[in-house]
Structure formats: structure tokens, C-alpha cells
């Protein structure tokens, strides 16, 4: 075993700890409740939840009800505290995810746009390769997946980042034959939100929960942080601040009001915008403690 690895292994177990995330190290017992870190022998190190001490999935009649739910959140909250730090998930399997460590000290900017993607933008369906422009933007261009990079990006890249408040823009670049098609090298010029940023992590938060609770939302929920233009008429110059505007008209699965109870239960109100009621545009806030 290498140093290399070794170290590998013992950074992950440190970013999990720093987040106040339990590292299990020694023997499991039967009511073992926290995370174990494997290596690999690629240098990748795999992170598996352990619940009821068990590493793997607990999916099955034989496990206590709850169990593969708990399993399937901590599973999560690895992921979003690990990608943070700018690891790539190579893997999601039943055992946990497997990660792989950059290779490199990461710009701020290319560290939050890789843990946008990982988060949210399911690598497992394509895979990105960034890199910082003069601009002090991020240049995100698809080294693997499905064969077709304007797919990816607006699949995958693209309502993830949007969600995230990142500005973007696709860039086309002319194979030399004068035309559009397949052969066209596509890739997108993004720069992370520079104001709201409190707002934006929670309408994370947010679309974040609603993945974890509801079926089919995809990405229909729309969320920005609010504006004073957003705000009923003669509300304080400051009542915007804090909020999001938040917009979901129903589909065929669910009715527009489908996630209110949901968001209600987990600390967030309504209140009306602007606009009519009945457009289902809202003013999204958590309720004061």
C-alpha cells in the first residue's frame, strides 16, 4: 500500500469528520451508525454509511423498516460534504460512492462548479472536465458519457448550474465544415453567483429536499432568490431579502400545490408575490424561530 493512497484515504476520513461526520474504523456492531472509509487500489477511496452496522444497502425484509432511507441519506450527505471539497464521484454503488481526489490544489471557482455538478449533475450519466479561464470564469466541456456533448450539457450541466444561480453560456465552436451538427465541439463558459449567495444555498436546500421527498419533480421547481418587484405592493424596501421566489405549475403527476405540506413540515412558509395566487408564484421563506 502506498503513502499516496494512505494519505488519500486519510484525507477523506478528514473531511468527513470536519463535518461532524462519524468515522468508523474498528469492528462494526450490530448498532454501528456512522461512516467507513475504504481504499482502493486506484487511489480512489470508497465512502460506505453504515447503519445497524451494516456498510451495504440495507434493501430487504430482513432489515427494520427506516433503515435503507437513513442508509440512502447519509449516503447523500457524504456526497455533497466530500464533492465540496472538489472530489469527483467515479462511482455510486450499493457499498456507498467511490471518489477520486484532484490531482491539484483547485481554484475557489472551479471547486464550486465541480461540486455543483457532482452534486446535482449526475456524473454517472456524463462526466465534465473544468478548468479556469483568464475571465475568471469556469470552462466546462464533456470528456465521457453519452457521445453527444450539447445532450450533456443541456441535460445535465445546464439545470443543475441554472440552479444554482450560475450565469452561463454555451459556446460553439465550427468543426472547420461551416455547419451545426454532432461533430460541432460544444462546451459552457459559467461564473458561480456573486450576490445571494445565502439565498442560493437554501433554494439548494430546498430542491434538495423535495428530491429526497417527492417523485417526478425533476427540475420544474423554480426557485431564484426574490426581488423587491417580486414583493406585494407596499412591502418594506428590505422584505425580499431572505426569500424565494418560488414557482411550480403542476404536471400530469403532481397539482401546483403537491409540495406545500412537505415544505411546511420541514420549516418553510408561503406567502403571496405580486403576481396572482392562482399562477402559483410565491414568496418562499424559512419560518422565524
Known amino acids: 500500500m502506498s503513502s499516496q493512497q494512505t494519505s488519500t484515504a486519510e484525507l477523506a476520513r478528514q473531511i468527513l469528520s470536519a463535518a461532524s461526520l462519524r468515522v468508523i474504523d474498528g469492528e462494526l456492531s450490530e448498532d454501528s451508525r456512522g461512516y467507513r472509509v475504504t481504499e482502493q487500489h486506484d487511489g480512489t477511496v470508497q465512502v460506505s454509511p453504515v447503519v445497524d452496522g451494516h456498510t451495504t444497502a440495507p434493501a430487504g425484509a430482513q432489515f427494520r423498516a427506516g433503515a435503507l432511507d437513513e442508509w440512502q441519506t447519509m449516503n447523500r450527505t457524504a456526497l455533497d460534504v466530500v464533492t465540496a471539497e472538489g472530489w469527483e464521484r467515479i462511482e455510486d454503488t450499493w457499498d456507498g460512492n467511490v ?7 483547485l481554484h475557489p471557482l472551479v471547486k464550486e462548479t465541480r461540486h455543483v455538478l457532482e452534486r446535482d449533475g449526475r456524473p454517472g450519466y456524463a462526466w465534465f472536465d473544468l478548468s479556469l479561464l483568464e475571465s475568471d470564469a469556469v470552462k466546462v466541456d464533456v470528456v465521457g458519457g453519452y457521445n453527444c456533448r450539447q445532450l450533456s450539457l443541456s441535460d445535465v450541466a445546464s439545470p443543475a448550474l441554472r440552479a444554482a444561480g ?6 460553439h465552436e465550427d468543426d472547420g465544415r461551416g455547419r451545426r ?7 459552457m463558459v459559467v461564473r458561480p453567483p456573486v450576490e445571494r449567495r445565502e439565498e442560493w444555498a437554501m433554494a439548494h436546500t430546498v430542491r434538495r ?7 417526478n419533480r425533476g427540475w420544474d421547481v423554480h426557485m431564484v432568490p426574490a426581488l423587491p418587484d417580486h414583493m406585494p405592493e407596499g412591502s418594506a424596501p428590505d422584505a425580499h431579502l431572505g426569500g424565494l421566489l418560488f414557482q411550480f405549475d403542476g404536471h400530469a403527476v403532481h397539482h401546483p400545490g403537491a409540495f406545500d405540506y412537505t415544505l411546511r413540515q420541514a420549516g418553510y412558509d408561503f406567502a403571496p408575490s405580486r403576481h396572482k395566487w392562482w399562477r402559483r408564484i410565491r414568496i418562499l421563506r424559512p419560518v422565524a424561530q
Open 209 to 215: 429536499l423535495l428530491q429526497d421527498k417527492e417523485r
Open 166 to 171: 450560475f450565469d452561463i453560456e454555451t459556446v
Open 181 to 187: 451538427d454532432w461533430h460541432t465541439a460544444h462546451h
Open 99 to 105: 471518489f477520486r481526489a484532484p490531482a491539484c490544489e
